[in-house]
């Protein structure tokens, strides 16, 4: 079975700081794992996605995100946070033997300026 | 338009009665999903279309769920006998094909209540 665990349901942090937004999942094969971003009233977009290649990962906006089978964990993070960062983000895992993702429960983002 | 679209965009309908919510997905995308997202939850996988055929409807919750996509193109999810709980916003994704590497591409939903 296939599952993703999101450690902290709201983060906040200040303008300019590091961004870590946690995720952690439990696959029984090798697993695609994506980071999506919801802005308010729209749908998830895309930031970025490990497909197997390179364990450490770089997506749009600066985000960046590093495999670590060791820890199952595939955590999110930014150098320096903006105030249009705030928004929800979900982190989502699929295996390669299936065709349905498995999301977790969102984490809030706040940057306080 | 580039993008996935659905309309309604938000749909108020009462206990116990029929709504259908559309799905315009990418021109040229054969996959497409619908998910459920209830408020401070993840989306939930629904159902999955590769093409003009339902290849996994698992995640529908129960018999009143029902979903076509007759052409490959545009897809209906149809609810029947609307309860309080269908409440949530329904997400479509569409992506060009079912295998590991794909990248689905979400429209900004459908947000039903139920009264």
């Known amino acids: 079975a296939q599952s993703v665990t999101q450690l902290g349901s709201h983060v906040s942090v200040s303008e300019g700081a590091l961004v870590l937004l946690r995720c952690n999942y439990s696959?029984?094969?090798?697993?695609?794992l994506f980071w999506y971003v919801q802005y308010p009233n729209q749908g998830l977009q895309l930031l970025l996605k490990?497909?197997?290649?390179?364990?450490l990962v770089k997506g749009i906006n600066g985000f960046e995100a590093e495999f670590k089978k060791s820890e199952t964990s595939f955590h999110l993070t930014k150098p320096s946070a903006h105030m249009s960062d705030a928004a929800e983000y979900f982190c989502a895992v699929r295996t390669n033997t299936g065709n349905q993702f498995y999301f977790g429960t969102g984490t809030s983002l706040t940057v306080i300026p | 338009g580039a993008g996935v679209s659905q309309t309604p965009s938000n749909k108020v309908t009462e206990k116990g009665k029929y709504v259908e919510l559309r799905c315009d997905p990418i021109?040229?995308?054969?996959?497409l999903y619908w998910y459920r997202q209830s408020l401070g939850q993840g989306p939930e996988f629904l159902i999955y279309f590769q093409g003009t055929g339902a290849a996994d409807d698992s995640g529908l919750p129960n018999d009143r769920f029902f979903a076509v996509r007759p052409e490959g193109s545009v897809s209906t999810l149809k609810i029947q006998r609307t309860e309080r709980g269908d409440s949530a916003v329904y997400l479509c994704?569409?992506?060009?094909?079912?295998?590991?590497?794909?990248?689905?591409?979400f429209g900004p939903g459908t947000r039903l209540l139920v009264l």
């Open positions: 021109s040229g995308h054969t996959a």
């Open positions: 490990y497909t197997s290649a390179a364990t």
């Open positions: 696959s029984s094969v090798p697993p695609y």
């Open positions: 994704a569409s992506s060009l094909w079912a295998g590991g590497e794909e990248t689905q591409y």
